[in-house]
């Protein structure tokens, strides 16, 4: 061979290998670049991502704050109109309650607004009759035209005591009339008739459970009553049972017969003595 030709041939072959590895580097770098690509994409994804989020969160902060500012603006604002509302308003609002609350389980006179007082010390009233049960907050409901007298306790949802007024002359309105508030010659003060309240004690004589208070439940609307125990009967009883303990109830008795049914007895034997003036004996029947 030509010497002039040998370094022509050696200069092909170097080409030859240059291309080849010029060829190698660049296959081993596509999938590089095509993997950086991708990690841009999913962190720009991830960016836009979490921008929506802020927004909302941000939006989301907005609204409950203006909701808690709604709802403190709304409670000062009822505080307010309460502060400022004429005394002779929240005293008709008062009395209406009441009215309302002992309506749902008695009659009370109609056409006639009572004239409402508060028991403030108990302890000055006890000696009278109306009051020996009274509490501090108890609400006296005075009908001076219906002659009726009530002892109500918002606190427990009861009637205490129920008297009748025999004078129909007006009282005290803030030392209510059966508290026997001091009296002129021209205005006298209403005296009371104590109508006293029956105790009554309810027993369960049957495995029906809640019985008891289903009776305590029918004698709504009965007047001057108040159930003061509840317990079950030592015996099992087909009838309800209805006993005057104390004596003297015929009528009450006879009500309560027409409220509950069953019919009237005398204390069986086994069964404990109540301290009540009447006594149930809830039956099957």
Do not use: C
Request: glycine share 8%; charged share 25%.
């Amino acid at each position: 061979m030509p010497k002039n030709q040998e370094p022509e041939k050696n200069k092909s072959k170097t080409e030859k290998v240059e291309a080849e590895l010029e060829n190698f580097y660049l296959s081993r770098s596509k999938p590089a670049a095509a993997e950086l690509s991708v990690t841009r994409d999913e962190i720009t994804s991830a960016s836009n991502t979490s921008r929506k989020w802020m927004k909302t969160a941000l939006v989301a902060l907005v609204v409950l704050v203006a909701v808690g500012l709604g709802v403190a603006a709304y409670y000062f604002y009822h505080q307010y109109k309460l502060a400022t509302r004429d005394p002779k308003d929240v005293a008709q609002a008062e009395t209406q309650q009441l009215v309302d609350a002992i309506g749902r389980f008695m009659d009370l006179p109609l056409n006639e607004e009572p004239k409402v007082a508060t028991v403030t010390d108990k302890e000055k009233l006890k000696s009278q009759v109306f009051f020996a049960r009274a509490e501090n907050g108890d609400k006296v409901l005075m009908y001076v035209e219906a002659q009726k007298a009530i002892l109500y306790r918002p606190s427990t949802g009861r009637v205490i005591e129920v008297s009748q007024l025999l004078s129909g002359a007006e009282g005290n309105p803030t030392a209510p009339a059966v508290a026997q508030s001091p009296a002129s010659e021209t205005t006298p003060v209403p005296t009371e008739t104590p109508t006293k309240m029956a105790k009554i004690a309810v027993y369960n004589g049957t495995n029906i459970r809640g019985l008891a208070g289903e009776i305590e439940k029918k004698l709504t609307g009965l007047e001057n009553i108040d159930v003061v125990s509840k317990t079950n009967a030592a015996g099992s009883y087909t009838k309800t049972l209805i006993v005057d303990v104390t004596g003297g109830h015929d009528q009450l008795v006879g009500q309560i017969v027409e409220k509950v049914g069953g019919e009237s007895g005398s204390l069986p034997d086994g069964e404990s003595k109540p301290d009540a003036d009447i006594l149930i004996i809830g039956g099957q029947e």
